[in-house]
């Protein structure tokens, strides 16, 4: 028996769906987001606690914390107004370069570019 569904939950389904193919990008075995929706910052974390110990602006209101070399989390600040953008070469694009493979541990290391061999 189907269940018939509002649009709302429609467009719910669909926005998760989307959030989904773009999570399964990292190599992150887990993601934590908070949006703390008065200060309008989304916090994603890749292991808990994060326990960084540097703090690496990427772009405007981009920041990547890091613990040695390990990526731990990152911070976008103003995040309701990055909604819908997407260019080439922003902070968003160098963020997901940093955290592009993963170490034997399961977490998020930095990319430090080309391989050399």
């Given at each position: 028996m189907a269940t018939t569904l509002t649009s709302s939950t429609h467009d719910l389904v669909a926005t998760c769906r989307a959030v989904a193919s773009e999570m399964?990008?990292?190599?992150?075995?887990?993601?934590?987001?908070?949006?703390?929706?008065?200060?309008?910052?989304?916090?994603?974390?890749?292991?808990?606690?994060?326990?960084?110990?540097?703090?690496?602006?990427?772009?405007?209101?981009?920041?990547?914390?890091?613990?040695?070399?390990?990526?731990?989390?990152?911070?976008?600040?103003?995040?309701?107004?990055r909604r819908g953008r997407r260019k080439a070469g922003t902070g968003r694009d160098k963020a997901l370069k940093m955290v592009t493979h993963s170490t034997g541990l399961g977490l998020l290391a930095i990319d430090s570019g080309p391989s050399r061999g």
């Open positions: 399964l990008r990292l190599s992150a075995p887990h993601v934590w987001v908070d949006y703390d929706q008065e200060a309008d910052v989304l916090y994603m974390s890749f292991r808990k606690p994060q326990n960084a110990t540097k703090t690496i602006e990427v772009d405007d209101d981009i920041l990547v914390r890091e613990d040695g070399r390990m990526i731990v989390g990152l911070t976008i600040l103003n995040a309701s107004a």
